[in-house]
């Protein structure tokens, strides 16, 4: 029986734009905003892992239905910015 390592640290490895995505949603203080009233805000960032190009939509509602839109809706500006950005050759 072989000793396999406890602590292995494995590298996530990414040949392409697009193959892994970071999400995070956040609370956004009310004392930060400008509008003057008691509505909650949330950021909804997105980040490609291999570009590290950053994407944020500010929501008013963090139910499942409008993160999912704002998620989507997001992924669809990313590529089309990863698509340009590959187009004119920037690397």
Not at 17 to 26: E, N, Q, R, T
Not at 47 to 70: H, N
Request: charged letters at 20%; glycine letters at 4%.
């Amino acid at each position: 029986m072989e000793n396999i390592p406890k602590n292995v640290n494995k590298k996530i490895i990414m040949s392409r734009s697009g193959k892994l995505v970071h999400i995070d949603l956040h609370h956004l203080a009310s004392s930060i905003t400008i509008v003057n009233n008691n509505k909650p805000f949330y950021l909804l960032g997105l980040l490609d892992g291999y570009s590290r190009i950053a994407w944020v939509e500010v929501l008013e509602s963090k139910k499942a239905l409008d993160v999912m839109f704002a998620c989507l809706k997001s992924f669809n500006i990313l590529n089309i910015r990863l698509w340009d950005r590959n187009w004119c050759g920037v690397d």
